[in-house]
């Protein structure tokens, strides 16, 4: 690959992602994950805060974004954009961007998008929730602060690996509401079972909500992160290749 060429690559890599973070903030089904996303966590804080619980910020968030947040967020990962390759494949959309590039590099960009779309789905909502506790239970705990902070670095891989996990479910499935339902399915067959099998310090909701009753092992968890996204990258680059 020669000079020009790689800069052709970049331009094309950069205008393609700056132009999906755009469309990501106008479909219609990132804004029903954000909304979903930050009632899940604001009803539960405002139960917190009506019962007289106001004397720990980070407790308040913890609580919040520990009761229903965590067992909802891989659907709302997936949801904005993982269904978007069979979206684009069905209406020929994938075909267009594949000629303007000899159909490199598609599988790829998209793999990116998605995962930005599932990690900003969950981030967001939590930043809202943040700043409403910031409102409502003033504090200066470093303590505190290292909580929230510990919770936040979470959201964004966590809602990367999941939503790349379902665009990788779609490459087998005709149906993209499968394909954006089954790492729930999964996530919540595993919360459910691993209790039972003595395993709970590998507990899924642990990889977003670390203090929900203990805290995990933060190399486990982004040992697994990188593992789910690195089978869902070679999935997509396998199918990228076969469909050029």
Known sequence: MNISSAKHSLFFFVRFIATDIKRIFTETTFLTSLVIGSLTLIIPFVLFFSNGSTDSFSGGFVTAQSAVFP????????LPFA?????ESETKYEDLLKLRRGGRDYGINRFITVGMSGGLALLLPEIILLKISFITIYTDSIEDYRRIVTVLLLAFPFGFTYAVLAQAVTYF???RALAIVTPEVLYMLFTYSFPYLNLEEYYPPLAISPFIYSSPNFADVFVFFAIIILLSLAVTVIHNFKSL
């Open 173 to 175: 499935t005709r149906s």
């Open 71 to 78: 067992f909802v967020a891989p659907f709302l990962a997936a």
């Open 83 to 87: 269904g978007m390759y069979k979206y």
